[in-house]
T-cell receptor, first 113, second 113 residues
Framework: NAGVTQTPKFRVLKTGQSMTLLCAQDMNHEYMYWYRQDPGMGLRLIHYSVGEGTTAKGEVPDGYNVSRLKKQNFLLGLESAAPSQTSVYFC????????????FGAGTRLSVL | AQSVTQLDSQVPVFEEAPVELRCNYSSSVSVYLFWYVQYPNQGLQLLLKYLSGSTLVKGINGFEAEFNKSQTSFHLRKPSVHISDTAEYFCAVGPVGGVKFQFGAGTQVVVTP
């Protein structure tokens, strides 16, 4: 009963490096979301997807790209990491029939030096 | 668009005392309302939700919240807290029929003996 799994859990990058965060859900959910959490700012939506092959921008999309090639996976990419992207990243998913209950992963703590 | 304001960034409370966390929202459309809890180094878990019907909503771990449409508020309460309630609490709104959620900045609850 895994739910939403995020990998990796921790990562340290140097400015300019690239990386991909993986979110995998085993609940056959249609909707998936990537958020970043920063102190005093709550969760802010980066990108989201309403189904396989679809993605859309959220509140803070700059510097990130996403892909949803398979329904169960939602990837978040940083092409050229910047210190401002130091944050905790959360993935969430929800079904389309059940109203608005998001299921969250445990998070990825990213530091960009 | 929606916005969420959590009026307290930190709430210290003694064990077995009551606690109230305040949440106000603004929206031009009808919304659903949620409270999530985040324990240290974990993802968010749903505490309770208001979708329709009774304005008093009961959730897990003895929490309840009251939806007040005229005051656009959704305050969270617990009559007697435990040490284990130490966590960060997030209020969130989502438009009826929409896809995206808006989270508040969070309220850190610290329960001391």
């Amino acid at each position: 009963n895994a739910g939403v799994t995020q990998t990796p859990k921790f990562r340290v990058l140097k400015t300019g490096q690239s990386m991909t965060l993986l979110c995998a859900q085993d609940m056959n959910h249609e909707y998936m979301y990537w958020y970043r959490q920063d102190p005093g700012m709550g969760l802010r939506l980066i990108h989201y997807s309403v189904g396989e092959g679809t993605t859309a921008k959220g509140e803070v999309p700059d510097g990130y790209n996403v892909s949803r090639l398979k329904k169960q996976n939602f990837l978040l990419g940083l092409e050229s990491a910047a210190p401002s992207q130091t944050s905790v990243y959360f993935c969430a998913s929800r079904p389309d029939r059940e109203v608005y209950i998001q299921y969250f992963g445990a998070g990825t703590r990213l530091s960009v030096l | 668009a929606q916005s969420v304001t959590q009026l307290d960034s930190q709430v210290p409370v003694f064990e077995e005392a009551p606690v109230e966390l305040r949440c106000n929202y603004s929206s031009s459309v009808s919304v659903y309302l949620f409270w999530y809890v985040q324990y240290p180094n974990q993802g968010l878990q749903l505490l309770l939700k208001y979708l329709s019907g009774s304005t008093l909503v009961k959730g897990i771990n003895g929490f309840e919240a009251e939806f007040n449409k005229s005051q656009t508020s959704f305050h969270l309460r617990k009559p007697s807290v435990h040490i284990s309630d130490t966590a960060e609490y997030f209020c969130a709104v989502g438009p009826v029929g929409g896809v995206k959620f808006q989270f508040g900045a969070g309220t850190q609850v610290v329960v001391t003996p």
